[in-house]
């Protein structure tokens, strides 16, 4: 069973910083593409950033040279720093994982989830 837990969610301040963490766990054999997506009511879930197992990242243009992903691929952790944080970057934020998990010898590639962390930017 593989879990992805997310931390680092709150109440910031317009200009504040915030870091988002999301950690996987079970049986996964490697983790692919790691991400963060956030949604807002009534809107649809879209994408923040995307980080890949070679590290490269693509990011939403409202976020760029805000925001910096990044993973640590020993811990099977993807991080979002979030600064200069603006009332408009208010959303539950998700973190998924592309990732392939042993079983019954053989590679079956599943997409997960994090539970959703609440950012909210106001004064």
């Known amino acids: 069973q593989v879990q992805l837990v997310e931390s680092g969610g709150g109440l910031v301040q317009p200009g504040g910083s915030l870091r988002l963490s999301c950690a996987a766990s079970?049986?996964?054999?490697?983790?692919?593409?790691m991400g963060w997506y956030r949604q807002v009511p009534g809107k649809q879930r879209e994408l923040v950033a995307g980080?890949?197992?070679?590290?490269?990242?693509n990011y939403t243009d409202s976020v760029k040279g805000r925001f910096t992903i990044s993973r640590d691929n020993a811990k099977n952790t993807v991080y979002l720093q979030m600064n200069s944080l603006k009332p408009e970057d208010t959303a539950v934020y998700y973190c998924?994982?592309?990732?392939?998990?042993?079983?019954?010898?053989?590679?079956?590639?599943?997409?997960?989830w994090g539970q959703g962390t609440q950012v909210t930017v106001s004064s």
């Open positions: 998924n994982a592309a990732l392939q998990v042993l079983t019954t010898g053989r590679l079956i590639r599943e997409l997960h």
């Open positions: 079970g049986s996964i054999f490697r983790i692919n593409a």
């Open positions: 980080i890949t197992s070679g590290g490269r990242t």
